[in-house]
């Protein structure tokens, strides 16, 4: 059987994360499953490279930005297949270039347009668990491109006698429940306004392109 698994940025968070996410994918493998695992960067760490990048030029070319951001995938795939060698599970992690998925041309928001399936199976087909980098592709100039995602927010008010973090933990359990909510960057909430009968928040996630209506409403 063929068995996909997608995990955020916060699943390969640290150290302990990465190894918790290899023995379960490992678990799978040994009972004779194919495995494919797509990853996000690491915890923050898009959040972080973007930040980075505005200390050198607030306003960055998209083009440099997507090189940038798509090296964030790369270090996590890279460390999930040393995890796995450590545990004699044969694995091997691709980036977008190399598996290679096609892209629409526009940088910072380009859709995806297809996969080849070549890589994949012949690494299949050896036996090893396939690592893919998430949230990239490469365009027909071959440069790299980073899959559009956009924000959604949501204003909602509270009773002034509903405690502050008690309102955030509610929302954070209703994104987290919510399907299509991305990991990378994480959901927020933060306290907006004061209002005549209540205190009013705005809840921020991001999705991918694709599915910003779904979660939306």
Same mark, same amino acid.
């Given at each position: ?9 916060? &699943? ?22 194919? *495995?494919?695992?797509?990853? &996000?960067?690491?915890?923050? !760490? =898009?959040?972080?490279?973007?930040? #980075?990048?505005?200390?050198?030029? %607030?306003?960055? %070319? ?13 270090? !996590? ?5 040393? $995890?796995?060698? =450590?545990?004699? @599970? %044969? /694995?091997? !992690? #691709? ?20 996969? +080849? ?11 090893? *668990?396939?690592?893919? =980098?998430?949230?990239?592709? @490469? ?13 959604? /927010?949501?204003? #909602? !008010?509270? &009773?002034?006698? /509903? ?5 955030? /933990? ?13 990991? +990378?960057?994480? %959901?927020? @909430?933060?306290?907006? $306004? ?24």
């Amino acid at each position: 059987m063929l068995i996909v698994k997608k995990f955020g940025g916060t &699943s390969v968070g640290d150290k302990e994360r990465i190894f918790n996410v290899a023995r379960r994918c490992a678990e799978e493998y040994r009972k004779g499953n194919d *495995i494919i695992v797509v990853l &996000s960067a690491m915890g923050k !760490s =898009t959040d972080e490279l973007i930040a #980075l990048a505005q200390t050198i030029n %607030p306003n960055p %070319p998209k083009r440099e930005l997507d090189m940038l951001l798509t090296t964030g995938e790369q270090v !996590s795939t890279a460390l999930m297949a040393m $995890a796995f060698d =450590t545990m004699d @599970v %044969p /694995a091997v !992690s #691709l980036n977008a270039f190399q598996v290679a998925m096609h892209t629409t041309r526009v940088h910072g928001n380009a859709r995806l347009k297809r996969i +080849d399936t070549d890589r994949i199976m012949h690494e299949l087909e050896h036996r090893r *668990i396939v690592i893919v =980098t998430g949230f990239q592709g @490469v365009n027909k100039y071959d440069n790299y491109t980073t899959l559009g995602r956009r924000r959604v /927010a949501w204003t #909602l !008010s509270a &009773s002034y006698d /509903a405690p502050t973090e008690t309102v955030k /933990a509610a929302c954070r359990r209703a994104l987290a429940a919510t399907e299509n909510v991305l990991e +990378d960057p994480a %959901p927020a @909430v933060r306290l907006s $306004a004061y209002g005549d009968s209540g205190i009013e928040y705005t809840v921020y996630c991001w999705a991918a392109a694709e599915d910003y209506w779904e979660v939306h409403f």
